[in-house]
């Protein structure tokens, strides 16, 4: 992660509260039996979100930087520490559901601690010291990752209900006609991407450099689940064709014949959301693909998925506008005009998550944050509906395994 300047602290602490409240008013309408259900291995409880971003704030802000620091339970350490491996000893993650304790109560009571020490130190001459903002903030972009993620594990385990409980009540339609589809042109040449400040980044976003590109085409507006939808009914799973190899391999083994949470009842597509069933709106942004499926779909629509740079060359020059979270709709909308780079759903890539030129992870057991991730898996852009507004950026590189579904994820196609 890099920040340019020194950062004004106390301003960083109000942030920080803001986001930590922020996390606790997703929570609100959880019963406490949802907070301890795991769906499925990927996918983690509401209850181990809420102790595992705080056991960052206590192994990576407090520990290092605040006088006399004790840990709250030394014992839950195991249990909150996700993958950094010179952090200590991991609980299993997939056996993350069988935690029945410390309790919903008794996490939120550690919230409440961490979060009144982590106050007290930025708040301190302490809180002046080398590298406790820079962790401090990292904690605070931490917390803003795991808020989107807790939503959209959420959406998956209330989803295995028979009853499809919903979490929110739902929200007014957006309107259903999706601007027509402009190509938007662009010369090609070299162009530079990646984070060089000011403000902050993670280290994956850096450094900075050159890319060379062709001239090339993309869409001005992400893909709709009325266009998927026509895939759908072409045929589009069933053509090898179209389909990279591990990719029709993993669609049939898996089953898919739509995109995830989609059903077809009583002659029209519905889809599982977080309120509820709701019918799948054509003109919305598809979103529940996985890389392979929008791969698919861009072939079957004459086109292919922009590389990231190309992405990054076009949204640099838009305003960050578009449906985040804190607009209320957990589903992405129709936009109804020309539709901004950010928000609504994730774009796949059709760029490998790798290491930018000279790249370097930060020492210590934060340096597991990134870079040990980079292979295997596929950027995304753009941000969704369930990404807080002020966690995005035109450099910001998200990634998931190319099979992965169940995050906020659709298809911007390039030509
Ligand atoms: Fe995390």
Not at 29 to 43: G, H, K, R
Not at 92 to 103: A, F, K, N
Not at 333 to 339: I, Q, R, S, V
Request: hydrophobic content about 40%; proline content about 10%.
């Amino acid at each position: 992660m890099t920040l340019a300047g020194a950062p004004d602290v106390h301003r960083l602490a109000d942030r920080l509260a803001e986001a930590r409240a922020f996390t606790e008013r997703l929570c609100a309408p959880l019963a406490t039996e949802d907070y301890v259900v795991q769906s499925m291995p990927d996918a983690s409880p509401a209850k181990w979100h809420l102790g595992h971003t705080t056991w960052f704030f206590e192994t990576f802000v407090l520990a290092p930087h605040r006088p006399g620091f004790h840990p709250y339970q030394e014992a839950w350490g195991v249990l909150f520490n996700s993958y950094y491996v010179a952090a200590g000893p991991r609980h299993p993650r997939p056996e993350r559901g069988l935690l029945s304790r410390p309790t919903v109560r008794e996490v939120f009571a550690y919230r409440a601690a961490v979060d009144d020490q982590v106050q007290q130190l930025l708040r301190s001459p302490e809180g002046q010291r080398p590298g406790v903002a820079e962790m401090a903030e990292l904690g605070l972009q931490h917390e803003q990752q795991h808020q989107e993620l807790l939503l959209a594990d959420l959406q998956h385990a209330l989803s295995r209900n028979p009853l499809e409980p919903a979490y929110a009540p739902r929200p007014a339609p957006g309107p259903t006609a999706p601007p027509p589809l402009r190509w938007l042109d662009r010369p090609g040449g070299l162009v530079r991407i990646g984070h060089d400040g000011p403000g902050f980044a993670f280290d994956n976003e850096g450094p900075a450099h050159a890319v060379a590109l062709a001239p090339f085409r993309l869409a001005s507006r992400p893909v709709t689940a009325g266009e998927f939808a026509d895939f759908v009914a072409d045929g589009g799973y069933d053509q090898p064709g179209l389909w990279l190899s591990d990719g029709f391999a993993a669609a049939a083994q898996a089953g898919w014949r739509a995109p995830l949470y989609w059903d077809w009842r009583d002659g029209r597509w519905t889809r599982f959301s977080l309120h509820g069933r709701i019918p799948v709106d054509p003109g919305a942004p598809v979103t529940g693909v996985s890389y392979y499926e929008a791969e698919a779909y861009a072939r079957w629509a004459g086109g292919r998925l922009p590389t990231e740079a190309e992405w990054e060359s076009v949204a640099r020059e838009s305003p960050l506008e578009g449906q985040f979270v804190e607009d209320g709709a957990l589903v992405a909308l129709a936009t109804g005009a020309e539709a901004p780079a950010f928000g609504g759903a994730w774009a796949w890539t059709a760029s490998p998550y790798v290491a930018y030129p000279g790249f370097r992870p930060a020492a210590g057991a934060v340096g597991e944050y990134n870079g040990k991730f980079m292979v295997n898996q596929i950027v995304l852009r753009g941000g969704s509906c369930l990404s807080p507004r002020s966690h995005l950026r035109a450099t910001y590189r998200n990634f998931f395994p190319p099979h992965a579904r169940w995050q906020v994820t659709g298809i911007r196609v390039a030509r």
